[in-house]
């Protein structure tokens, strides 16, 4: 392999990254690539058929840019980049900031983005969002959420999917749009929607599946969840729907962005461009790999900064995207994350940033530049899973058959009242005693991602009947809402992964990435036969929604309103979130958890409780009246009341 030493030494190009701008008049082409001898352009009238038509050199710029004016109307033609690097041509690409693409993403199309625009778009706006704190995040995969026919859906597995109102299941539940907002959730983080590579989006009659964590055209909304993966307006146009809609009912859209790695490396926008400078190499000058995918990008050079950071903004302002979901988000430098923060800030400051504070492999960075969970405290208003919590709940991510506190193992308590709090400094965690952290990562609460499962590994439902081979439905059901219970009481920011409502399971597959709908689909007929999962969680979510004490949104506040009650023994866990005013109309709340075979007493301040949460059953508005100071907390469920 050629070696590129001094990437640093290249010219940073100034202004936007545009590679492509049309008028009617003329079109401008221009490709950064400092080290290429010669670039053409080339042009076709098909998005994946024939050859160009004509091919046009371009004229070597300033700050390694090269640059080309075609005096024609060019709307509609496809078009690619061949860049000439040590005397080799390296192949067509549509370039790395293609904002259009035909099928498969191979030749990047001439378009006016504005022909795309949805009716009544300019009025399109943002749903209001006072805090962070404020915020239920609902993650989902677009042919898992409705490809099944009992979802009552007909653009199913579409971008169009999120756009269809009153969809119901065969039993008459809500399903989709209507079920969402049902719920009560004000964010869906879309699994990749951008142009990924493993789905041929000319056979999709054949029912492939991928996760899409193998990026293509990082700016481009992927082909096989539109209507025509063939006509490039097509899936903009359908995202654009899918934004509008949800947007109408009050949710915002949150995008998972990959930006860590690339599906390959030989084939790469980045690598026909520019060969080397956007990824990392290890020590022995080979292409390091921390992503665990064959590759790392290197965030931390100039233009792969300024790529994100554009990447980002652009989906923004073209896409209203509301929110980003860093896929390992540990890779990529704290500079950077900090930088695309700065300028998110400027737009809006209620767009929320979070990420996987972890790397697959190590990173070819020292560890205190990346952005991981541990240096969360380096990057104000960036939120982090948390694993501690999430693992202390149920078992690592590496043993599907472990468990934790809900199999009612001792140790695990530590690590979960660690996350209760949001994951923040708190006179009563004992940081020595917390599984992975002995220390807190989270400056504010609002840092701190709080889940019990998502798309990564098995959903909740496997999980417990993994680590509970002979527990029966009722009692894994039990299981399930405690679990939940206590994602949605803490002061991190709650994340469910789509079904775990309904107790979806993916029949025990761990990592289901490309696996058939068969395993991944949702059953949107257990809605009918988890009601009252369903329920509950609902009911969880309002409780949050109306009660701002379980969502204080600031260490100090944390601090001195969460308070944790002194149980004996394992198993147990019980605070009181006391004297918390700010608009609550519940005052002195206590929250028990009680994983115990059987009935458990905690004490309690003295006083007179309405109990809203007992048995597996919520009532907001009460349901019976208890009198401190010992209160029993029936086994494997979760006791909520309040003074
Ligand atoms: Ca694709």
């Known amino acids: ?207 492939q599946y991928n996760w899409g964590y193998d990026p293509m055209n990082y700016n481009v909304p992927e082909g096989s969840y539109s209507t025509d993966p063939y006509n490039p307006a ?61 590759n790392e990008i290197a965030s931390e050079r100039a233009m792969m900064r300024k790529y994100m950071v554009e990447s980002v903004l652009y989906w923004v302002n073209e896409y209203h995207i509301d929110g980003f979901r860093f896929d390992l988000m540990g890779i990529h430098d704290i500079e950077t994350m900090n930088e695309i923060r700065k300028e998110l800030n400027k737009i809006d400051p209620s767009i929320f940033v979070y990420g996987e504070g972890w790397a697959a492999n190590t990173p070819q960075m020292p560890e205190e530049l990346l952005a991981m969970k541990a240096n969360a405290y380096k990057m104000p208003g960036i939120a982090v899973f948390s694993d501690e919590m999430r693992d202390g709940l149920r078992g690592p991510f590496n043993n599907d058959k472990q468990g934790a506190f809900l199999n009612g193992f001792p140790g695990h308590e530590m690590s979960i009242m660690y996350g209760l709090v949001g994951c923040i400094s708190h006179p009563q965690i004992k940081n020595n005693s917390v599984n992975y952290s002995n220390e807190a990562w989270a400056v504010q609460p609002t840092q701190m991602i709080s889940y019990v499962s998502c798309h990564d590994d098995m959903c909740l439902a496997d999980r417990i009947k993994s680590t509970f081979p002979k527990a029966s439905i009722e009692e894994r059901m039990a299981l399930h809402k405690l679990a939940e219970t206590f994602v949605f009481t803490s002061q991190g920011i709650p994340l469910i992964f789509t079904g775990d409502e309904i107790m979806r399971d993916k029949k025990g597959v ?87 075979k059987k009935t458990a007493k905690i004490s309690v301040p003295k006083g007179c409780y309405t109990i809203v949460c007992k048995d597996g059953k919520i009532n907001l508005k009460g349901m019976g009246r208890v009198n401190g100071v010992k209160v029993a907390v029936p086994a494997q469920s979760a006791l909520i009341m309040h003074e």
């Not at 696996?515 to 949702?522: G, K, Q, T």
């Not at 198993?571 to 115990?596: C, E, H, P, Q, T």
């Open 1 to 207: 392999m050629k070696n590129f030493p001094t990437f640093d030494t290249y010219p940073v190009r100034e202004g936007k990254l545009t590679e492509m701008d049309y008028s009617l008049t003329e079109t401008k082409f221009s490709l950064w690539s400092p080290v290429a001898d010669e670039v053409k352009v080339l042009l076709y009238e098909s998005g994946h058929d024939g050859l160009a038509y004509k091919t046009i050199p371009m004229n070597k710029g300033i700050d390694g840019t090269w640059n080309v004016v075609v005096q024609e109307e060019l709307h509609g033609k496809f078009y690619t980049f061949n860049v000439k690097v040590g005397g080799r041509w390296l192949g067509d690409t549509p370039g790395i900031m293609a904002k259009a693409v035909g099928v498969n993403g191979q030749r990047a199309m001439v378009l006016d983005l504005n022909t795309t625009d949805p009716e009544g778009w300019e009025n399109d706006v943002r749903p209001p969002l006072a805090s962070f704190a404020d915020i239920v995040v609902y993650e989902m995969h677009h042919r898992d959420f409705s490809i099944a026919p009992v979802s009552g859906i007909t653009n199913r597995g579409k971008f169009l999917a999120l756009t269809e109102e009153g969809t119901k299941s065969l039993f008459g539940e809500k399903t989709g749009l209507d079920h969402l907002i049902e719920l009560g959730v004000n964010h869906v983080q879309i699994l990749p929607s951008f142009d990924y590579a493993s789905v041929d989006e000319s056979k999709l009659v054949n029912n």
């Open 234 to 294: 097509v899936r903009i146009k359908e995202f654009k729907l899918m934004v509008q809609a949800l947007h109408k009912v009050g949710i915002r859209v949150v995008l998972d962005v990959v930006y860590n790695h690339t599906f390959d490396i030989v084939n790469s926008n980045f690598e026909k461009t520019v060969p080397g400078y956007f990824y990392r190499l290890d020590s022995k000058g080979k292409y390091a790999d921390a992503s665990g995918c064959g």
């Open 510 to 596: 761990h990592n289901s990435y490309n696996s058939s709908d068969e395993i991944n689909a949702v059953n949107w007929g257990q809605k009918s036969t988890y009601r009252e999962v369903f329920d509950y969680i609902k009911d969880l979510i309002t409780m949050r929604k109306f009660h701002p004490a379980f969502r204080m949104g600031d260490a100090k506040k944390v601090c001195n309103h969460m308070e944790f009650l002194p149980v004996k023994g394992s198993n147990l866990i019980a605070f009181i979130l006391k004297d918390y005013a700010n608009g609550d109309s519940w005052n002195n709340i206590v929250v028990a958890f009680n994983s115990r």
